[in-house]
């Protein structure tokens, strides 16, 4: 499956990953 996954990070704040299985 390819698409973006959203992740928050208390540190670096949030944004997106690449994501490819």
Known sequence: ???RV???SA???Y???E???
């Open 15 to 17: 944004g997106f990953l």
């Open 11 to 13: 540190e670096k704040g």
């Open 6 to 8: 959203k992740w928050f």
């Open 1 to 3: 499956m390819t698409g």
């Open 19 to 21: 994501r490819e299985d």
